[in-house]
């Protein structure tokens, strides 16, 4: 691990300014993410700035209905809490099936969603990737691929977005609050917070140079049944081959995002209009424009049978 300063922030607008002061600085809240990293020398920050210490930690309700729930709650408490259990049921089960119970108790909601994909090309240092060394190539598109993307990606990247939480998220329509370091906030749909690969797969997100999350805001309960089917290849401590978040309600209609697939959490509203007629014209929609290897193909059945099973439950 290569040395680096470290500060404590005050307030979310003075870590903001002080990550976009330095070069090369970081936020750390859990790390569990960001250390591995770091000792891998994939992450080289000069500066972290932690930002345990400003309060971000609650779970609120919200003037129209909804819940905000503070970029530092930790995943166990958000798994938890009464409310999101009762009313936000996806969200729990997404949490519940990631990493494990010793991780979540450190992981935040703001580092959940900021997490580095898993792509092995991504974490060997001696590989061309172009999500860690821009321009190098991707390694991946001619290599083992059976973990990637099926849709979404490029010719420079085919990497996926490797959490859940942000899968049950997309589906219950999300909102991420930020402050930037002059100060000034903004709410970013949460179906605009991840970028697809293009031409600049070492971007993740839209976040801005010392952009801090602060919060997540959920809308009010969407009711109807909740589902979170995740298909890997054990059955703790994996990432999903293929995810499927979904609200389904009484007359068939609902939400559905689908992870593991693209560089971001997967959801479309064609998709959804099919939701009625069963899984496969779903599935049809939302890979339409699917460009899989011959490794990774098998996602897409495998979309739609996990698909398919969570419409049966849902139907009784």
Known sequence: MKPFTYE????????AAAAASRPNAKFIAGGTNLLDLMKLEIETPQHLVDVNGLGLDKIEATPEGGLRVGALVRNTDLAAHETVRRDYGV???????????????RATTAGNLLQRTRCPYF????????KRTPG????AIHGISRQ???????????????????????????TVETVAPDGKTRRIPIADFHRLPGDAPERDNVLGKGELI????????????????????????AFALVSVAAVIQPDGSGAVAVGGVAHKPWRMAAAEA?????????????????RPTEENRFKIPLAERALGSVLNEARG
Do not use: W
């Open 136 to 139: 190098s190539g991707c390694s």
């Open 8 to 15: 404590r922030a005050t307030s979310p607008a003075a870590a």
């Open 274 to 290: 099919e939701l009625p007629r069963g899984a496969k014209p779903v599935a049809e929609r939302l890979f339409a424009d699917a």
């Open 91 to 105: 969200l729990t089960r997404a949490i519940v099936a990631g990493a494990s119970g010793q991780l979540r108790n």
């Open 148 to 174: 990637l993307a099926v849709v979404g990606s490029s010719d420079r990247c085919i990497a996926t977005f490797p959490g859940d939480m942000a899968v049950a998220m997309r589906a219950l329509d999300a």
């Open 214 to 237: 602060t919060a997540v805001t959920l809308p009010k309960p969407l009711g109807g049944k909740h589902f979170y089917r995740k298909v890997r290849d054990r059955a703790s401590y």
């Open 123 to 130: 974490y060997d240092t001696n590989m061309p990737c172009n």
